[in-house]
């Protein structure tokens, strides 16, 4: 997995910035806008992601770069052909409740923004599935016991959410507006 990808590095960020959000959240919120088509230049970006972190400190350079580094990855990886993309997650050494509540955190999040960008066409029956999955998925009980049992269906729900991703954001892309661009000026 890519460096930019690993959760405990956003899971310090947030810390040192006294966030209130989650990283899993931010990301998954970065996706659903990218998914829907959307598009942001770094400064609107780092704006939103400010807002979602919700911290009592304001994010340093270190912290900006770590930012820009994540949707620079995420765009490349949703937008390349290599049907890739890295869910910012923590890896299998954390307790299985905490990564079925961070990817719940993720879908809420996703959900969150994909619903922010304007769309000029319906979804597909299939990608309105997705949305209710995500949903569903955000509502997740944690509490769960480590067992192969639930490590097995983790990773099945996980890979899911993945390439349900693809899916939408592959859908999206032809009836996105771009509605999060600042408009061209003319000069």
Known sequence: MPAVFEFDRYAQLFSELGASGHPAELHGHLVGRLSAGARLDHAT???????????????????????????????????????DVTLLLPDDSAAIDHRTQ???????????????????????????????????????????????????????????????TLLVFSECQDSATGQDQPPASLH
Do not use: H
Request: hydrophobic letters at 45%; a negative charge; one cysteine or more.
């Open 45 to 83: 970006w780092l704006s939103v992601a400010q807002e979602l972190i919700d911290g009592r400190n304001a994010p340093g350079e270190a912290a900006k770069v770590a930012l820009i580094q994540l949707y620079d990855a995420t765009l490349s990886q949703l937008s390349g052909s290599g049907f």
């Open 102 to 164: 961070t990817l719940g955190q993720w879908c809420e999040g996703f959900l969150g923004g994909f619903g922010l960008v304007e769309r000029k066409m319906a979804l597909s029956e299939e990608a309105e599935g997705v949305l209710r999955d995500f949903a569903a998925i955000g509502q997740v009980q944690t509490e769960l016991e480590e067992s192969e049992a639930n490590e097995v269906d983790y990773m099945e729900i996980m890979e899911y959410v993945r390439m349900a």
